[in-house]
């Protein structure tokens, strides 16, 4: 079993919808991602949270929204998507400062925007 | 900035055989670590074996070893005695700097790895 927790496993909602994913962790993490993972491709890096403060953005639209409110969770608010952006949503959590970097993935969040 | 490459797209493997797949990687740090996920149908990156790139002796986890050959720059994954399990999703991957902890990963293309019976 994952020790980082996504849900919901798969959202539907159509392109006026607001709506969040959710990530959880509790392995002692201070750092927290979001990748965004199309089919057949990589994931690819969105945001990048340590110590609750966002540190990396990859230029990602502004109707992704993402939120850390505490050390254990990460957030992901949508609003106004496209049907472009379905894809799996995956998070993940690291140490920082950690011997080799290894990122803990959840088993993803899988977004179908009509 | 550093890349990835992984030139197989797709592998087939017969069961209980051995099976290579390969990665190389560009970067100009000399501080830099390694990675091997695995990625089943359901979608959860699974890490399977990691190596820094000061480290002397090349990696082992279980039938997972990583065949490192810094002058070439590259990374291979052998797995040993395949399993029908292990048809999935490979993906080689690496951060800049091994004790950075909170930078991100950047990965290759992938490929599908097919354990056939």
């Known amino acids: 079993d994952t020790e980082v927790t996504q849900t919901p496993k798969h959202l539907v909602m159509g392109m006026t919808n607001k709506k969040s994913l959710k990530c959880e962790q509790h392995m002692g993490h201070r750092a927290m991602y979001w990748y965004k993972q199309k089919a057949k491709k990589p994931p690819e890096l969105m945001f990048v949270?340590?110590?609750?403060?966002?540190?990396i953005n990859e230029s990602v639209p502004s109707r992704f929204s993402p939120e850390c409110p505490n050390s254990s969770l990460l957030n992901l608010h949508l609003h106004a998507l496209q049907p472009e952006d379905s894809a799996l949503y995956l998070c993940?959590?690291?140490?920082?400062?950690?011997?080799?970097?290894?990122?803990?993935f959840g088993e993803g969040s899988r977004l179908t925007v009509l | 900035a550093q890349k990835i490459t992984q030139t197989q797209p797709g592998m087939f493997v017969q069961e209980k055989e051995a099976v290579t797949l390969d990665c190389t990687y560009d970067?100009?740090?000399?501080?830099?670590?390694l990675f091997w996920y695995k990625q089943p149908s359901s979608g959860e990156m699974i890490f399977l074996i990691y190596q820094g790139s000061y480290d002397q002796q090349n990696a082992t986890e279980g039938r997972y070893s990583l065949n490192f050959q810094k002058a070439r720059k590259s990374a291979n994954l052998v797995i040993s005695a395949s399993q029908l399990g292990d048809s999935a999703m490979y993906f080689c991957a690496m951060t800049p700097g091994h004790l950075s902890g909170n930078t991100p990963l950047v990965f290759g293309k992938g490929t599908r790895l097919s354990v056939i019976a």
């Open positions: 993940a959590s690291s140490q920082v400062g950690g011997n080799t970097g290894e990122l803990f």
């Open positions: 949270y340590s110590y609750e403060k966002l540190s």
């Open positions: 970067t100009s740090d000399p501080s830099y670590g």
